[in-house]
């Protein structure tokens, strides 16, 4: 009766401890699905290789921009760690030069148009314990402006993608019902 008394216990100790470490590891997030999950986009032409590194926070019935993102202000460009962008090439964007490497891309969002800023150095996050960008402007190499278009229906995840649908390669990026395009040649 004893021995049998132990194994009763025990299995009811671990029973208790599974239940225990189940509900833990669900309800603290461990397989929830993350609110700005990461993406990388890649674009390929011949030897010209572009990637894009980001996390995509969604609207969840938010004002975006001039709410969420402030006009006028430095966004990093999506959620968490700072957006990347790499070429292996020299790019030619707007009317300046970006040399071949490892960029952050940063924006500066208005109503009608946003600048959009390839800033050689590479920030572990995207924003300090104070919510402020990390961002350096003495490491900005390029800042382009663009035009804001808005589309008619609503993108609820933040989107950066290539287009060379027109054999016109542009860098977009989507959110709400606002879409920017940075040409790229």
Known sequence: MNRFFKIIVSLLLLAVIGIFGYTYITQSGFFKKPLSPK?????????LKLTVFYNRPSK????????????????????????????NKDLTIGKAILP?????????????????????K??????????????????????????????????????????NSTDNLSLTMAWDTTKIVVPLK
Do not use: C, M
Not at 39 to 47: A, G, Q, V
Not at 60 to 87: M, Y
Not at 136 to 150: A, K, M, Y
């Open 100 to 120: 071949k490497g490892k960029y952050t891309l940063w924006t500066i969002p208005n109503k009608d148009t946003w600048d959009v800023i390839f800033n050689s």
């Open 39 to 47: 993406d990388t986009i890649e674009f390929r032409l011949n030897d």
């Open 122 to 163: 590479q920030y572990p996050w995207g924003v300090n314990e104070a919510n402020q960008v990390l961002r350096d402007s003495i490491f900005d190499v390029l800042i382009i402006p663009v035009f804001v278009t808005q589309i008619n229906h609503v993108v609820e995840q933040f989107t950066i993608a290539f287009d």
């Open 60 to 87: 969840r019935n938010r004002d975006i921009f001039g709410g969420l993102v402030p006009f006028n202000k430095v966004w990093r460009t999506g959620a968490n760690e700072a957006t990347t962008f790499e070429t």
